[in-house]
């Protein structure tokens, strides 16, 4: 038995107190804090397990071991035998990283055993394991004989790796190390055995100092992500481990690299430390994978990504056969989410979801139907099961599941429906946690029972039958099979759903009120000045000679003015040519430009079009140059509707949408385009407000 000293103690507590202990008092008890004895109760739980004992609680709170006697006396028997550590396989392994990481080149195996207390047969295990992990991340390690293990990467995949590995096993400790330190409470020796605690102290304060100062939000993992990657740069920057081939990665003038400059700036100052440039590079593309923008914000930069996200929403729709076409929420939030998520994926940093197995249990054909459109929409990404967990729950949001509706029915067909049937049936729900129930039929039963309540039909042998569709599977069930019966489910999904999914749709929406009128006549409201306003205003200037597209968005913004549409134009400019800093406005593979920002001195929404003669070079969304004919321009006030969100992010999805679409608004034919605008916000009435 594995077991440390500290869930050693609780055990036997709750053993001799039972139902008397609280979390609470055995933190207390055994001064730690009540977010370490919930830690420890996880892994207490596991080994209550393997017992055929369970950890409950009564209606006080009081924690309590249920089970038969015999195996509680067998749990205390074993807990006398063993010999707690101090140390987890995860810290032990941790330290082994560290050593790889920071104290090599090469290490000869029985020197690290011996440094980590260990024997060389552990020491391989552990090598194992790690050597999987570092895979992730193109790290490679190696074990030759008379040289050692050794680790061959490049700085950044190092820092990756280490980061990760802290987050994904030791993120609680380092929140919990956050608050104590912020309480005025002194480490001795160093949090999980490497960050200085004065370092993450400061790095705390000034990230957090400089966050508030931009009015950005992060999620709590994605605060704590990046207060522990720079700690980790000013320790492995002081340990002179240097990054190379970091020029071209981030932009030096976006938003990211300019906070990560301020902040390293001050920490420079105050911690006597050398942050680089190419450091702080990698620092800005970490940020850029983390950063959660506001909830509100528009996202008419966002064109290709809104395009693929539309195409997953009527794609999962589709299979689920409930209608979330409209729901400009659901939209949104995945916007948000999965911009940083792509470029988290696309740099190759390891993303942790604690939930994972408890969402793919919970939502298991809403999970197959996300995954099987992100690999329709997206080829060249893959995303983790952790990735789409996450997905899937801004789904499951919007379809107000407490609990999945769909319970998916198999029946496995065997020659005489006993013996290993049974077997097969149990494995199948164990392997595949999305099947709800599995009957079993004998060839003879088979023929005269009714499938239409079966979603699934599963044999281990060739069925005399050709009008049924079914899965061939060997009766032990291997991963080859388990496979074979992932993809068909994912693959079928919209026919397994189709009929259920109706019934509950009907379901749900018999059940509307009658008291959202009053709303659906604000939003009425809305739509109509919005469109109003961009369709009275819009216009196709007609630009001959123009020495620059900053010339024509002066002309522009200038000309708006006069109408009535915005004050202090170069206010208003200054915000455009801003948002042109952070990244390129020119719409890849088109001749066309968007040029957008939300602005308080503007009054109303304006869409509007400049068709140049000669075109002018500007940055595309890409980041490579490009030509530019036709600029397009989106104003909008500040304070926004979530209808007038939903309308400018309608055109702004439209401009790519097709072939069509793509030559009409980089036409300079003013009536065309606006034909264009009409039949969108025609549909658009149709479609969220008339059917509502």
Same mark, same amino acid.
């Given at each position: 038995m594995f077991i440390t000293s500290r869930e050693k103690a609780i055990i036997e507590l709750i053993v001799k107190t039972s139902g008397k202990h609280t979390v609470h008092s055995l933190s207390a008890y055994l001064n730690v804090s009540g977010r370490?004895? /919930?830690?420890?109760?996880?892994?207490?739980? =596991?080994?209550?397990?393997?017992?055929?004992?369970?950890?409950?609680? +009564?209606?006080?709170? =009081?924690?309590f071991i249920d089970g038969k006697n015999e195996h509680i006396f067998r749990l205390i028997q074993q807990l006398a035998e063993a010999n707690a550590t101090d140390e987890t396989p995860e810290e032990r392994k941790l330290h082994l990283l560290i050593a790889l990481l920071h104290e090599g080149p090469s290490f000869k195996k029985q020197v690290l055993a011996n440094e980590l207390g260990i024997s060389v047969t552990t020491l391989t295990a552990y090598l194992d394991e790690l050597a999987e992990w570092l895979s992730k991340f193109q790290i490679t390690l190696t074990r030759k004989r008379g040289? =050692?293990?050794?680790?061959?990467?490049?700085?950044?995949?190092?820092?990756?790796?280490?980061?990760?590995?802290?987050?994904?096993?030791?993120y609680e400790d380092i929140i919990e190390s956050l608050y104590l330190l912020q309480k005025g409470h002194t480490y001795?020796?160093?949090?999980?055995?490497?960050?200085?605690?004065?370092y993450m102290l400061s790095v705390h304060h000034a990230v957090e100092r400089h966050l508030a100062k931009e009015q950005l939000n992060l999620a709590d993992n994605d605060y704590i992500g990046l207060v522990v990657y720079v700690c980790l740069t000013i320790q492995r920057s002081k340990g002179h481990f240097v990054l190379t081939g970091m020029e071209d990665i981030e932009n030096r003038n976006s938003s990211e690299f300019r906070l990560m400059k301020a902040i390293s700036k001050e920490l420079n100052e105050g911690l006597a430390v050398m942050i680089t440039d190419r450091d702080i590079q990698f620092l800005s593309v970490v940020l850029k994978g983390s950063k959660i923008q506001g909830p509100d914000a528009v996202y008419s930069d966002s064109i290709f990504l809104g395009h693929l996200i539309k195409n997953i929403v009527k794609d999962v729709s589709d299979n689920l056969n409930v209608d979330l076409t409209d729901d400009f929420s659901l939209f949104q939030g995945l916007l948000a989410h999965m911009g940083p998520s792509i470029f988290r994926l696309q740099q190759q940093m390891e993303l942790f979801n604690p939930l994972t197995e408890e969402i793919k249990e919970k939502y298991p054909v809403l999970f197959l139907a996300v995954k099987k459109s992100l690999e329709k929409e997206f080829h060249e990404i893959k995303f983790p099961d952790a990735e789409i967990a996450y997905i899937v729950l801004h789904f499951g949001s919007a379809l107000l599941m407490n609990e999945e509706k769909v319970k998916i029915k198999a029946v496995v067909v065997c020659p005489t429906g006993i013996g290993t049937s049974k077997m097969l049936a149990s494995r199948i729900q164990k392997e595949l946690k999305m099947i709800h129930s599995v009957d079993i039929l004998s060839i003879a039963d088979f023929q005269t029972a009714s499938l239409t309540g079966y979603d699934l039909v599963i044999s281990t042998v060739r069925l005399p039958f050709t009008e049924v569709d079914y899965l061939l599977v060997n009766p032990l069930l291997s991963e080859k099979?388990?496979?074979?019966?992932?993809?068909?489910? /994912? +693959? +079928?999904?919209?026919?397994?759903?189709?009929?259920?999914?109706?019934?509950?749709?009907?379901?749900?929406?018999?059940?509307?009120?009658?008291?959202?009128?009053?709303?659906?006549?604000?939003?009425?409201?809305?739509?109509?000045?919005?469109?109003?306003?961009?369709?009275?205003h819009f216009r196709v200037y007609k630009k001959g000679n123009a020495e620059s597209h900053v010339q024509i968005l002066e002309e522009m913004v200038s000309q708006a003015e006069t109408d009535g549409l915005l004050t202090n134009p170069p206010a208003v400019l200054k915000k455009l040519l801003e948002r042109e800093?952070?990244?390129?406005l020119g719409i890849p593979n088109t001749p066309m430009g968007l040029y957008h920002c939300r602005e308080v001195h503007v009054e109303k929404l304006v869409f509007q079009a400049a068709h140049l003669d000669h075109p002018v070079i500007i940055k595309g969304m890409n980041g490579k140059d490009q030509e530019m004919k036709s600029l397009l321009l989106m104003m909008a006030p500040e304070e926004l509707s979530k209808r007038e969100q939903e309308i400018l992010s309608l055109i702004s999805t439209s401009l790519i949408e097709n072939n069509l679409s793509m030559m009409i608004f980089s036409s300079s034919n003013e009536a065309m385009i606006l034909k264009k605008l009409e039949e969108l916000f025609l549909d658009y009435l149709q479609n969220n407000l008339i059917k509502d």
């Amino acid at each position: 038995m594995f077991i440390t000293s500290r869930e050693k103690a609780i055990i036997e507590l709750i053993v001799k107190t039972s139902g008397k202990h609280t979390v609470h008092s055995l933190s207390a008890y055994l001064n730690v804090s009540g977010r370490t004895i /919930q830690r420890n109760l996880k892994s207490i739980e =596991g080994i209550l397990k393997q017992h055929h004992l369970e950890l409950k609680r +009564n209606p006080n709170e =009081g924690l309590f071991i249920d089970g038969k006697n015999e195996h509680i006396f067998r749990l205390i028997q074993q807990l006398a035998e063993a010999n707690a550590t101090d140390e987890t396989p995860e810290e032990r392994k941790l330290h082994l990283l560290i050593a790889l990481l920071h104290e090599g080149p090469s290490f000869k195996k029985q020197v690290l055993a011996n440094e980590l207390g260990i024997s060389v047969t552990t020491l391989t295990a552990y090598l194992d394991e790690l050597a999987e992990w570092l895979s992730k991340f193109q790290i490679t390690l190696t074990r030759k004989r008379g040289v =050692g293990v050794e680790l061959e990467a490049d700085e950044a995949s190092k820092r990756h790796a280490f980061a990760s590995f802290v987050l994904v096993y030791f993120y609680e400790d380092i929140i919990e190390s956050l608050y104590l330190l912020q309480k005025g409470h002194t480490y001795e020796q160093p949090i999980i055995g490497y960050f200085k605690p004065e370092y993450m102290l400061s790095v705390h304060h000034a990230v957090e100092r400089h966050l508030a100062k931009e009015q950005l939000n992060l999620a709590d993992n994605d605060y704590i992500g990046l207060v522990v990657y720079v700690c980790l740069t000013i320790q492995r920057s002081k340990g002179h481990f240097v990054l190379t081939g970091m020029e071209d990665i981030e932009n030096r003038n976006s938003s990211e690299f300019r906070l990560m400059k301020a902040i390293s700036k001050e920490l420079n100052e105050g911690l006597a430390v050398m942050i680089t440039d190419r450091d702080i590079q990698f620092l800005s593309v970490v940020l850029k994978g983390s950063k959660i923008q506001g909830p509100d914000a528009v996202y008419s930069d966002s064109i290709f990504l809104g395009h693929l996200i539309k195409n997953i929403v009527k794609d999962v729709s589709d299979n689920l056969n409930v209608d979330l076409t409209d729901d400009f929420s659901l939209f949104q939030g995945l916007l948000a989410h999965m911009g940083p998520s792509i470029f988290r994926l696309q740099q190759q940093m390891e993303l942790f979801n604690p939930l994972t197995e408890e969402i793919k249990e919970k939502y298991p054909v809403l999970f197959l139907a996300v995954k099987k459109s992100l690999e329709k929409e997206f080829h060249e990404i893959k995303f983790p099961d952790a990735e789409i967990a996450y997905i899937v729950l801004h789904f499951g949001s919007a379809l107000l599941m407490n609990e999945e509706k769909v319970k998916i029915k198999a029946v496995v067909v065997c020659p005489t429906g006993i013996g290993t049937s049974k077997m097969l049936a149990s494995r199948i729900q164990k392997e595949l946690k999305m099947i709800h129930s599995v009957d079993i039929l004998s060839i003879a039963d088979f023929q005269t029972a009714s499938l239409t309540g079966y979603d699934l039909v599963i044999s281990t042998v060739r069925l005399p039958f050709t009008e049924v569709d079914y899965l061939l599977v060997n009766p032990l069930l291997s991963e080859k099979d388990i496979g074979i019966i992932r993809d068909y489910l /994912q +693959n +079928n999904i919209e026919k397994i759903t189709r009929s259920k999914y109706l019934k509950l749709a009907k379901q749900e929406s018999s059940g509307k009120g009658s008291g959202e009128v009053r709303v659906l006549l604000s939003e009425i409201k809305d739509v109509h000045k919005s469109m109003e306003s961009i369709l009275d205003h819009f216009r196709v200037y007609k630009k001959g000679n123009a020495e620059s597209h900053v010339q024509i968005l002066e002309e522009m913004v200038s000309q708006a003015e006069t109408d009535g549409l915005l004050t202090n134009p170069p206010a208003v400019l200054k915000k455009l040519l801003e948002r042109e800093q952070k990244g390129g406005l020119g719409i890849p593979n088109t001749p066309m430009g968007l040029y957008h920002c939300r602005e308080v001195h503007v009054e109303k929404l304006v869409f509007q079009a400049a068709h140049l003669d000669h075109p002018v070079i500007i940055k595309g969304m890409n980041g490579k140059d490009q030509e530019m004919k036709s600029l397009l321009l989106m104003m909008a006030p500040e304070e926004l509707s979530k209808r007038e969100q939903e309308i400018l992010s309608l055109i702004s999805t439209s401009l790519i949408e097709n072939n069509l679409s793509m030559m009409i608004f980089s036409s300079s034919n003013e009536a065309m385009i606006l034909k264009k605008l009409e039949e969108l916000f025609l549909d658009y009435l149709q479609n969220n407000l008339i059917k509502d």
